[in-house]
Each structure stands twice: as C-alpha cells, then as structure tokens.
C-alpha cells in the first residue's frame, strides 16, 4: 500500500533538486497531486477511490502559472512502466508542423515506422499554439492532431495527456465542440479551480 504522504515529500524533494532549490507544493495542489501519482503509480484501489479510470488518459486544466506542467514532468520520476508518456509542448509540435507539414500530424498520431512508434503522449500548453498556415492552407494541427489520437484511444488503448490554462468552452471555442467532446471520452478531467493565484508573482 502505498503511503501518499511519504510521496509527496519525496516529490518535493525532487521538485527542489531537479526544478528549483525553493519548490515546495501548496497544501491545495495535495488533491491534484495525489490525483496524478496514484494514476501514474497503477494504483487501482486509490484510482476507483478517487474515480480516476485508469484505461483513460488526463486532461489537467487549471490557470497560468500553478505547476500543471511541472506536476507531470515529476510524474515521469515515478511512474510506472505501463503508464510511461513522451512529454512535448502544443507550441514544438506547431512548429514542427512549420518545417515538416502534414507528416507532424501524422507523427503524433499514426507515428513512424522505426522512428517514432505510435505510444502515450503528453501535450503541454494545449491554447498556446496558433493556427498555422502550410502552403498557403490553414490547419488547427492540435485539433486534427487530438482527433487521431481519439482513433488511437479507441482502438488501441493509446492515451494522451493535455494540460491547458483554457477552459472547457475555450477549448470548445478554439478547437469546435467534437474535440470538446471526445476530450471528455478519453480523458479524466482534472480542473483546477481559476481563482487559484499564479505562484509565480
């Protein structure tokens, strides 16, 4: 049985010796961390208590400046293999798509052969990237991209991570209602409430 209170510490120290030697978690990230680790650490028993599903990925909301993305990259210190997930940011792949075209679409959803096989990936910042113009055609590459991997999810069980500072009618704003709702399929929704403050200020 794993003790959450003895992990938080340790990711706290993690925390202060990989991203700054100040780090420390506020007692209201408790519940999102918890969230996050017993998902990550398998953790069956914790997940139904908490009612994260398992075979689904997360989709962390929440404002500007409270550790979303840094909660997942602490994540990658503990997880377990089954659960492992390249990290990248909405922004990369938007400008990978600049350079490479409709090939980055494909990347992230269907993968390369021998090079970049179909796996769990975490998107970062999803609202940060713009749409781009290739040859002259407009994409909203996050939204073709989260629609493949909805294929994946489906038919594969392949999960896919999201952080955003946007909200769920942002999100359906940007991206239309069809990625609003198939986020709400494949993902646990963990939504971090917006009066909470940036840390960093």
Same mark, same amino acid.
């Not at 990237?129 to 073709?144: D, Q, R, T």
């Not at 009618?169 to 198939?182: D, F, G, L, P, Q």
């Given at each position: 049985?794993?003790?959450?209170?003895?992990?938080?510490?340790?990711?706290?120290?993690?925390?202060?010796?990989?991203?700054?030697?100040?780090?420390?978690?506020?007692?209201?990230?408790?519940?999102?961390?918890?969230?996050?680790?017993?998902?990550?650490?398998?953790?069956?028993?914790?997940?139904?208590?908490?009612?994260?599903?398992?075979?689904?990925?997360?989709?962390?909301?929440?404002?500007?400046?409270?550790?979303?993305?840094?909660?997942?990259?602490?994540?990658?210190?503990?997880?377990?293999?089954?659960?492992?997930?390249?990290?990248?940011?909405?922004?990369?792949?938007?400008?990978?798509?600049?350079?490479?075209?409709?090939?980055?679409?494909?990347?992230?959803?269907?993968?390369?052969?021998?090079?970049?096989?179909?796996?769990?990936?975490?998107?970062? $910042? %999803?609202?940060?990237?713009? #749409? /781009? +113009?290739?040859?002259?055609?407009?994409?909203?590459?996050?939204? *073709? &991209?989260?629609?493949?991997?909805? $294929? %994946?999810?489906?038919?594969? #069980? /392949? +999960?896919?991570?999201?952080?955003?500072?946007?909200?769920?009618? *942002? &999100?359906?704003?940007?991206?239309?209602?069809?990625?609003?709702?198939?986020?709400?399929?494949?993902?646990?929704?963990?939504?971090?409430?917006?009066?909470?403050?940036?840390?960093?200020?």
């Amino acid at each position: 049985m794993i003790n959450y209170q003895k992990l938080l510490f340790h990711l706290e120290q993690q925390g202060r010796k990989h991203i700054h030697p100040n780090y420390t978690f506020q007692k209201e990230d408790f519940p999102y961390i918890v969230r996050l680790a017993a998902y990550f650490l398998n953790d069956e028993e914790k997940c139904k208590e908490l009612q994260m599903d398992l075979s689904k990925g997360i989709l962390l909301t929440g404002p500007i400046g409270i550790g979303k993305t840094t909660w997942f990259r602490l994540m990658q210190r503990i997880m377990v293999k089954e659960q492992k997930f390249f990290y990248t940011t909405c922004r990369d792949v938007s400008f990978e798509f600049i350079k490479e075209g409709y090939n980055t679409i494909d990347k992230y959803s269907k993968g390369i052969p021998f090079d970049f096989p179909m796996k769990n990936i975490c998107f970062d $910042d %999803l609202g940060t990237e713009n #749409n /781009i +113009k290739y040859f002259g055609n407009e994409c909203n590459v996050m939204a *073709e &991209i989260i629609l493949s991997r909805y $294929d %994946l999810f489906m038919n594969l #069980n /392949i +999960k896919t991570h999201i952080t955003t500072n946007l909200s769920a009618s *942002e &999100i359906e704003k940007y991206y239309t209602e069809r990625v609003r709702s198939r986020l709400r399929q494949m993902m646990n929704v963990l939504a971090v409430p917006a009066s909470r403050k940036d840390k960093r200020n």
